[in-house]
């Protein structure tokens, strides 16, 4: 049973760091696709940031060269390293994976939520000014 729970949300100020991390059980790295989306309140979920079996990664634009994805394999968890934060980085942020996007060779955060088959329950980040 595929399994991510999320940690490491908070509030903090603009300008700060927050590290968030998704611990994962029931699968193996090489067979899934992982990725990081948010929803802010009254917006729809968008994926983020994605990491394939190679580590190969995406990022939205609205996060590039402030946010990096990562995975340790052997501790079974992903990570979000977000830098320079923002207000507009206000949001509910979740981790998810696929099976099918790692096979058909297609992970990406371009990827919309119907495609992604497990999630976590979320974890809350607020950026104050």
């Known amino acids: 049973q595929v399994q991510l729970l999320e940690s490491g949300g908070g509030s903090v100020q603009a300008g700060g760091s927050l590290r968030l991390s998704c611990t994962v059980s029931?699968?193996?790295?090489?067979?899934?696709?992982t990725g990081w989306f948010r929803q802010a309140p009254g917006k729809e979920r968008e994926g983020i940031a994605a990491?394939?079996?190679?580590?190969?990664?995406t990022y939205a634009d609205t996060v590039k060269g402030r946010f990096t994805i990562a995975k340790d394999n052997d501790k079974n968890t992903l990570y979000l390293q977000m830098n320079s934060l923002k207000r507009d980085d206000t949001a509910m942020y979740y981790c998810?994976?696929?099976?099918?996007?790692?096979?058909?060779?297609?992970?990406?955060?371009?990827?919309?939520?119907?495609?992604?088959?497990?999630w976590g329950q979320g974890t809350q980040v607020t950026v104050s000014s």
């Open positions: 998810a994976a696929d099976p099918s996007l790692a096979e058909l060779g297609i992970c990406s955060v371009k990827i919309g939520t119907a495609g992604w088959d497990y």
């Open positions: 029931g699968f193996t790295w090489d067979n899934y696709c």
């Open positions: 990491i394939d079996s190679r580590s190969s990664t």
